[in-house]
């Protein structure tokens, strides 16, 4: 039987073909694209592919294959955007599972019909469910009701051999599978914990002139117990022309909306306002497709120390933006950097976080050759847990292999 019979059988023959350069993921070349429609067309690709000896690389919308360190190889495809839906809601409940192909956009449409919100406000308009999950990618709201981790209640995955499960012993595979890129297995639903959409919101937004200064508004409004779902900061580094912000959220019954934001505003002071709308940088990312990217992550407190270390070694004011509230943001660089100076600047950010309590700096996209000459993860690897439990469900490394890097 040839891989097309194979995955034809699975699929259906309309739903498989011969990969061609369009279908590359992260300049890697792929053998064929499988496309399912069901969980249990998911779980026989796998078990041909475990039969075969064949890698698969899951994917939803594709928005972020090009993120973190690319597949060693890629011989299936697994493109999941027919398995698309809500297969169940109850609203009494704020709870809903929905499958993991099904477009974020189409998830708010949904839920915007019962008063009811995922609070997942992600950077990536196009992304999937399964593919938000994957990469444990979240927005400002991350601020209040935190990353996809914590919103996902139970998940269905396939693994390696074709088996679909909802549990595995020893492990929390609903927070483990969040981040895992696809190396555990393929998500093929997802139950996640909704929240009431509020009746009001309100964002306080602030100029600012400094690093430093968004750390000292940040903090006060951090213990002035106003309560804000999100707190954002943008420092454009000299370019567009934009000067840099900070801005606040407040939700719930109108009134209370925005007397806490009018609240925030004063204590703010410096020309800060009220606006019903928010900023137009408000959950985008600071990157474009063609922009080297970086995560930064640690403590509030200490996040602008990295902000004044990336300068630094730059020489020159970087782009970040990002939840200045939870010390978690993103930085954009020009594609043409050169490789000793990114990797300058990776280690001044890792070596600031290591020395200030802990965090991180991820080289989160960027042209192969720049990635292939400084380090992606930096020290931090994965964790023993997440090393364990993919040696348990993919001891063959078959599923998205090389996408997280060895266990240090």
């Not at 204590?267 to 009220?274: D, F, H, P």
């Not at 120390?305 to 730059?314: E, G, T």
Request: charged share 20%; proline share 8%; glycine share 12%.
């Amino acid at each position: 039987m040839t891989v097309i019979e194979g995955l034809a059988e699975a699929c259906g023959p309309d739903h498989v073909w011969e990969a061609g350069p369009a279908d590359a993921v992260d300049g890697v070349p792929v053998g064929w694209v499988a496309a399912p429609g069901a969980a249990e067309d998911v779980s026989e690709v796998l078990r041909f592919a475990a039969a075969e000896g064949l890698s698969v690389v899951p994917t939803g919308a594709g928005t972020k294959l090009d993120w973190g360190l690319p597949p060693t190889h890629v011989d299936i495809l697994l493109d999941l955007g027919r398995m698309s839906g809500i297969l169940d809601h109850d609203p009494g409940e704020l709870i809903a599972t929905i499958a993991a192909g099904t477009p974020m956009r189409a998830i708010r449409a949904h839920l915007l019909r019962e008063g009811q919100r995922l609070a997942l406000d992600v950077g990536s308009p196009a992304a999937t469910l399964g593919g938000v999950l994957a990469a444990n990618e979240a927005g400002p709201l991350r601020h209040r009701f935190g990353a996809p981790r914590d919103l996902v209640m139970g998940v269905r995955v396939a693994l390696d051999e074709g088996s679909l499960e909802r549990h595995v012993d020893g492990f929390d595979l609903a927070r483990h599978v969040c981040g895992s890129y696809g190396t555990l297995g393929v998500i093929t639903e997802a139950t996640v914990r909704l929240e009431p959409m509020p009746a009001a919101r309100a964002w306080v937004i602030r100029p600012v002139t400094t690093p430093r200064e968004v750390q000292q508004l940040t903090e006060a409004l951090l213990a002035s117990h106003l309560e804000a779902a999100a707190i954002e900061a943008d420092l454009p580094g000299g370019s567009g022309g934009r000067p840099a912000e900070l801005a606040a959220l407040f939700e719930g019954a109108r009134d209370a909306a925005f007397s806490r934001a009018e609240a925030a505003a004063k204590l703010l002071g410096g020309g800060a306002t009220v606006e019903q709308l928010p900023p137009a940088w408000w959950g985008r990312y600071p990157f474009s497709a063609e922009d080297v990217a970086l995560k930064l992550w640690g403590r509030p407190s200490e996040l602008f120390a990295v902000v004044y270390a990336l300068r630094d070694a730059a020489g020159t004011p970087v782009p970040v933006r990002g939840s200045v509230g939870l010390g978690v943001a993103h930085a954009s660089l020009p594609d043409s950097v050169a490789p000793e100076r990114l990797a300058g600047m990776l280690t001044a950010a890792r070596t600031v976080l290591l020395a200030r309590g802990g965090g991180g700096c991820t080289l989160l996209r960027a042209p192969l050759e720049l990635r292939e000459l400084v380090e992606t993860y930096g020290p931090g690897r994965i964790d023993d847990a997440s090393a364990r439990l993919k040696l348990a469900l993919d001891p063959e490394d078959r599923l998205a292999p090389g996408r997280l890097p060895d266990p240090a």
